[in-house]
């Protein structure tokens, strides 16, 4: 067996090369290259595939969050609760808007944020909360809007492992006031580079974040609020909207790919499986394995020629960036806890069967060697 990469996408692109060709082909010809027609029609294909109503083209999953804040007029003052187990943008986008990020723990068995322990960290100053659906996996949100609509808060979405999960037959996405999408190239929807999306209910947020994205213009050179640089490239709506069309087939390979894992393992070692509960539509951006043994098993899957990955090895509050925070080892163990213990397998959607029953085989032989 060829050494398995963790990740490969020039297996996707190769099968694309010609539907991508053609797009490029069509973007240089009109030279639109900053918010050119791809953009909006990439906007309303995005819109209408998942049934957000609005949807606002941005540069990243980052700049997403971070417009989402300030166009929510978060800054500073302002406490923004969020999960302590994810990607750093979660919760630097709050930092970054000038409010405090506060981390609420993780429930043990979905590893997203605990809606049971919100409601003791929210105080006067709170005004959101950045709820992550965290490797595809989708939030509480029956919880999490409850307590939102009781203490007045707004909701974010960090939907960039998510897009195309569903909880209760309802996308991912359309729960919150805003919610944030990444194209980042490895993301279950990737660009050929950086891209993001946010996407709302509300005509005047959108109108809003138009401005906000491209330095608070209402009219050109004239400028009425305080914005950034952050529009989705044109070249990039391009190919987004040539993959988009691939795209329902990629998820359901990835669930199948996730599904043959769990049998395959089931009462493997101390291994604990990816959560899975009626209502949850998980589109595993990340097949996520925990064992006591991850450090071990990493080698042993490499030394085997197996690449994977630990999403995510250090929890937020403990990062030294946050150190003025004054969060100590031990305050959220649940999150800490997973940082020892999870294990990202791959999962894209040209990983071979062949490949995979290899990998199965490799993760069987290891436990039986160390009982
Ligand atoms: C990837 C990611 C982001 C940021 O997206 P970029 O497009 O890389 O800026 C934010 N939150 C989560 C949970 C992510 O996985």
């Not at 609760?81 to 723990?105: E, H, L």
């Not at 897009?163 to 980042?184: E, M, P, Q, T």
């Not at 988009?244 to 894992?261: D, G, Q």
Request: with cysteine.
């Amino acid at each position: 067996m060829r050494p398995i990469k963790f990740f490969d996408l020039s297996r996707q692109h190769k099968k694309l090369v010609r539907e991508l060709l053609a797009a490029f082909r069509s973007v240089t010809r009109g030279s639109a290259f900053i918010l050119g027609k791809e953009v909006s029609s990439f906007e309303s294909a995005f819109a209408k595939c998942f049934g957000f109503p609005y949807a606002v083209g941005v540069n990243s999953g980052s700049d997403a969050l971070y417009l989402s804040l300030i166009a929510s007029g978060i800054g500073k003052g302002d406490e923004v609760i969020t999960s302590p187990f994810t990607y750093i943008a979660s919760a630097d986008s709050i930092s970054q808007t000038g409010a405090r990020p506060v981390f609420v723990d993780i429930d043990p068995v979905t590893l997203t944020i605990n809606p049971r322990l919100l409601e003791a960290v929210i105080t006067k100053r709170t005004k959101a909360v950045v709820v992550v659906h965290l490797f595809g996996y989708p939030a509480d949100m029956t919880r999490i809007m409850k307590i939102a609509r009781k203490h007045d808060l707004i909701i974010i979405e960090d939907a960039a492992q998510a897009v195309g999960a569903k909880y209760r037959g309802r996308n991912i996405g359309s729960f919150g006031d805003l919610a944030c999408f990444s194209f980042f190239p490895t993301k279950n929807l990737g660009a050929l580079g950086d891209g993001g999306m946010i996407v709302t209910g509300n005509h005047d947020t959108a109108v809003l974040l138009r401005k906000l994205r491209a330095h608070g213009m209402f009219k050109k050179y004239h400028h009425d609020v305080q914005g950034i640089n952050s529009r989705l490239d044109t070249l990039q709506a391009a190919f987004l909207g040539v993959k988009l069309k691939h795209f329902h087939a990629w998820s359901e390979r990835r669930r199948s790919l996730a599904a043959r894992y769990t049998r395959a393992l089931a009462k493997v070692g101390d291994l604990r499986f990816p959560p899975s509960a009626e209502g949850y539509r998980h589109v595993y951006h990340q097949y996520v394995l925990r064992t006591g043994e991850r450090d071990a098993l990493r080698e042993f899957l490499d030394a085997h020629g197996v690449g994977t990955e630990v999403y995510y090895p250090l929890a937020l509050h403990l990062q030294p960036l946050f150190k003025e925070l004054g969060y100590v080892p031990g305050d959220l163990p649940n999150a800490e806890r997973a940082t020892r213990e999870v294990l990202a397998l791959p999962i894209y959607p040209e990983l071979s069967n062949e490949e995979q029953s290899y990998i199965i085989k490799i993760i069987k032989r290891f436990f039986k060697d160390n009982p």
